[in-house]
């Protein structure tokens, strides 16, 4: 186990010495950060030991090679959970993590987990009704917004949490500005990112030897704009698929998951906050470096998927994945993928909202990314009204 300590001391200094007047209107308390670095760090210390109990007892799981690992990712809310769920169903060529993989990178924690399940299912599973009220009592500030839980498919990202260099440290510390060298990987000197790529490969290994030896890895990812290129020299092999979709659909929807997270710790926090507008910035940038980085990346290995494409016809959009890099749908697989897309449904969001209603212009968002747009045919809505977002959207 391993996390940056640099990042560490950041966040023991806005623990110990919270400073209101850095973020006006935003009112501190000390419990607000103590409570969660003492979570990191007890989850760090416990890892650090199970993952001794690995190498002792299952050191085999350092020889298990990972084989050009697949990565789905875009800016946030532009469907890769759905991408992700009808590719995971290719069980006899990938292997996709849960959200207990991600947060317990241990065969051992695995093992056990395996073992646990296969009890619970015996006796009728109370530990399975357990887990269920645990995710929807810890996870309900998304309930609506994204479907979460410890058995969940998820993205790798608590791997990135637990060293600090990601930007999901940003769910109990609001603190852009204090913590830049976790929002962009990418930017981290040679030897810090050399240093996250060993316990990145380690980790990927441990999940594989556990649950998906002779698969490939398939992971998805709305933090990967920030660490293609990491990615790319991490994995030279790996192929990307990016998800494509209307700056102005993402970006509201992308806001409001961070903001109903703050607003578990600062209830005071308003929608049109300091903290929620440099988050807008950030996903911005996200965009440019994402549309900058890709096209340096083999053509053979990258593969830019419409949302809108995806969302009319979901199996034609994951053959056409397939197509691209040269991989058969198996019988069996094209089954299940068609059974899947038939029972879902589509659904209204409760609420659509718009970027005014976190104090975003719609001007902020289009000049920087102007070539993005032009690129895409997207309309820019300043001199009229930009193209509806869909009415719905599919949900399995």
Known sequence: MWFDPSVAARLSRLALRPDPQKDPGLRRHASNFLLPHLFFAGLQGGLRGLQGLDRALYPAYREVPIREPFLIFANARSGTTLLHHLMSLDEERFAAMKMHHTVFPSVSVQKLVGAAHRLDQKIGAPLESLVAALDAHFFRAWEGIHTTGLRSLEEDEALFTLTLLSPGVLFVYPHLEALEKALWVDRLDPQTKATLAKYYVDAVQRFLYAEGRGRQFLNKSIWYPARIRFAYETFPDMRFVYVMRHPYETLPSFLNFFYAAWKVFYPEMRRDSAQVQRFARLAVDYYRYAFEELPKLPENQRF?????????????????????FGMDLSPRYAAKLRAAVATMHRFQSKRKFRLEDFGVSKESVYRPLKDLFDAYGYASGLEGSVQAPAASKLSP
Do not use: C, G
């Open 304 to 324: 830019v998927l419409q949302f809108d494409s995806l969302i009319a016809d979901p199996v034609a959009a994951v053959e056409s994945i397939y197509a691209h």
